[in-house]
């Protein structure tokens, strides 16, 4: 069992420490662009660390598929990027994703 602390590699050129047992399953779900599918405990977590989470924003619409985030993804967020069916967000570019154990 993955513990608090723990560093998981998750492919040849990743790490992440780990909050929970969790955090693997959500970072494949990451890769993947499959934020609303993301743990609730993990959705929090970076709701947390953005000091966003008793605000309704940008972030809360996208991990929750709130009307915010529908209304961002159809008019605001132009980008030409691939988003996974059903997300509001992009899929994230692995070759430039940064992971960071600093927080």
């Keep these: 069992m993955i513990q608090k602390g723990d560093i998981v590699i ?6 992440l420490m780990c909050g929970d047992s969790t955090i693997k ?6 890769k993947k662009g499959l934020y609303s599918q993301f743990s609730d405990d993990y959705k ?11 605000t309704e924003n940008v972030f809360e ?3 929750y ?3 915010i985030g529908k209304k961002f993804a159809e008019e605001e967020n132009n980008s030409d990027d691939e988003k996974a069916e059903g997300e509001y967000w992009p ?3 692995m070759e430039i994703e940064q992971f960071s154990n600093m927080y």
């Design 25 to 30: 399953e959500d970072v494949e779900k990451f």
């Design 91 to 93: 899929k994230p570019n």
């Design 61 to 63: 619409g996208i991990l």
């Design 44 to 54: 929090e977590q970076i709701l947390t660390f953005w000091d966003i989470e008793k």
């Design 65 to 67: 598929k709130t009307e």
């Design 10 to 15: 998750f492919d040849n050129k990743h790490k």
